[in-house]
C-alpha cells in the first residue's frame, strides 16, 4: 500500500510539472509573437501647430459635443473632475455646443496648455469652433 502511494505521488509530481512546463512554453510563445503593450495601444504623437489639421478623437459612431465658449469648457472639466452631475447637467445646458464624431477633420485656432481651440472643417458643425483637451485630437485619419 505505501509503495502504491510513493508510485501515484511520484506520477502527481511528473503531471504537475509536465503542465506547468506546457504552460510556461505557450507563454513564452504568446509573448513573442504578441507586440508589448505599450506599442498596441499608444496613440501616435501630435505636435500641435496653430493652423495645423488634426482629428477628433471620439468614440466610433458617437456625435460628441464640444462647448464652443472657453468658460464653458472650463466648467465642464472642473464638474467632471469634481463628479458633480448636478454641475455637469448644467453645464450641458447651456447654449453654444459644436457636435463632432470620430476622425472629423479640424483646424487647430488656439492652443494652451492642454486645452485646444478648433475649428471643425467637415461634418457635422462645419464651420463651427469648439474648445477640447489635446488628447481628444489625433492625426489625421485616412479617407
Known amino acids: 500500500m505505501v509503495a502504491a502511494w510513493g508510485h501515484r505521488h511520484r506520477a502527481l509530481i511528473w503531471l504537475a510539472l509536465g503542465v506547468l512546463l506546457w504552460w510556461l512554453v505557450a507563454f513564452e510563445v504568446v509573448m513573442r509573437v504578441a507586440p508589448p ?4 495601444t499608444q496613440q501616435p504623437v501630435l505636435t500641435l501647430v ?7 478623437q471620439a468614440p466610433p459612431g458617437a456625435v460628441w459635443p464640444i462647448p464652443n465658449d472657453r468658460q464653458t469648457h472650463e466648467d465642464y472639466w472642473a464638474a467632471i473632475h469634481a463628479d458633480e452631475e448636478g ?3 448644467e453645464v450641458l445646458l447651456r447654449p453654444g455646443w459644436v457636435t463632432v464624431t470620430d476622425c472629423q477633420r479640424v483646424q487647430l485656432v488656439d492652443v494652451d496648455g492642454e486645452n485646444v481651440q478648433v ?3 467637415a461634418g457635422s458643425g462645419t464651420g463651427g469652433h469648439g474648445w ?3 488628447w481628444q485630437l489625433k492625426k489625421l485619419c485616412p479617407q
Not at 503593450?37 to 498596441?40: D, K
Not at 496653430?50 to 477628433?56: D, K, M, P, Q, V
Request: no cysteine; aromatic share 0%; charged share 30%.
Open 119 to 121: 475649428k471643425v472643417l
Open 87 to 89: 454641475k455637469i447637467d
Open 132 to 134: 477640447l483637451k489635446r
Open 37 to 40: 503593450l505599450t506599442e498596441a
Open 50 to 56: 496653430l493652423g495645423s489639421l488634426a482629428a477628433i
